[in-house]
């Protein structure tokens, strides 16, 4: 008989990290967090150099998530899609923008064919983007995977809204740090 | 404090439905049980009409997976996601052919963009799909969300082999069933 369940966490570290802040009001504040979740993820050889966060349009935070693939033996474990299941579990909604509030994603680099894919059901209306895809691969050797062609357009026609270059130096200096450690966790 | 994990689990009947068998030697021994999964996950009001399974190339069973959007309060839970998850966490790995051995998917309906993007990184080297992203939508109203325009051809030019249409008319009577039924669950 095969697994019957899957059980993914986040690493102890992140209430630490997170601290007494409660409102993250702009574009700014949103991708700080999810930037320095990634750079905390690298330092603690937790996971991959990639952090998210998702917020109300008002700046409230409902979840956060960092790459735990290696350590949670799991290909599904990326920031965003920790991110979207902890906040759609503590919701307890599985899209969560249903209740009509907006829903932003602030994620510290362009997100993975999965990733993206996995953005049309989560219930969002905005995407903050810190690193592009070619900085993922350049810097740290990821493969994004394959998008399609206009896949702004796309998001765009299902009425999700997208920012790139949000801090996107800041993301990159985590992407070259975990790039240049040569360890793969 | 957002959650700090994320607990999935497949519904309690999936024992009793995979029963004592052991090998599935083919293609369509395959897919019936991804179909068979499919269809038990809609007469149990367990989730919605899809099901899916990996195997090695010689047909051992690796993990199951079926829809569990609603009852489980994510938009991740796909039948295909859980079937990766639940295998690689079974088998300690991040991606499924990583010690070499060819792995195969089977799913009742043609992943979405979601899980279209997760098979890039489950470590699988072929896919099996019963029905088409049109049948889905037409029988059954789900969006599949954008794929690339050469869809077929991504998965190929990174060594994953494609065959659609095993067992369709049986994965669309179930997709018909659950759009008749008017319920979502």
Redesign the interface.
């Not at 697994?3 to 966490?9: F, G, K």
């Not at 949670?72 to 474990?77: G, P, V, Y």
């Not at 995977?145 to 062609?149: C, F, I, K, T, V």
């Given at each position: 008989?095969?697994?019957?369940?899957?059980?993914?966490?986040?690493p102890a570290w992140?209430?630490d990290e997170?601290g007494t802040e409660t409102v993250y009001p702009d574009d700014l504040s949103k991708m700080a967090l999810a930037v320095r979740l990634s750079s905390r993820n690298v330092r603690e050889t937790s996971g991959g150099p990639f952090g998210a966060a998702l917020f109300t349009d008002t700046g409230r935070?409902?979840?956060?998530g960092v790459n735990r693939?290696?350590s949670?033996?799991?290909?599904?474990?990326h920031a965003e899609?920790?991110a979207?299941?902890?906040?759609?579990?503590?919701?307890?909604?599985?899209?969560l923008n249903q209740n009509g509030e907006r829903i932003v994603l602030a994620t510290s680099s362009q997100p993975?064919?999965?990733?993206?894919?996995?953005s049309?059901?989560?219930?969002i209306d905005a995407v903050l983007i810190g690193a592009r895809a070619d900085d993922v691969q350049s810097l740290a050797g990821f493969?994004e995977?394959?998008?399609?062609?206009d896949?702004i357009g796309?998001w765009q026609k299902r009425g999700i809204n997208v920012r790139r270059d949000i801090l996107r130096e800041d993301a990159c200096a985590v992407l070259k740090a975990y790039g240049e450690s040569g360890l793969v966790y």
């Open positions: 008989m095969p697994h019957d369940h899957v059980h993914l966490t986040l992140i209430a997170i935070l409902l979840g956060v693939v290696v949670q033996n799991c290909s599904l474990a899609m920790l979207f299941a902890t906040a759609q579990q503590a919701m307890n909604r599985f899209r993975c064919a999965m990733c993206y894919g996995a049309f059901w989560a219930g493969d995977g394959p998008l399609p062609a896949w796309e």
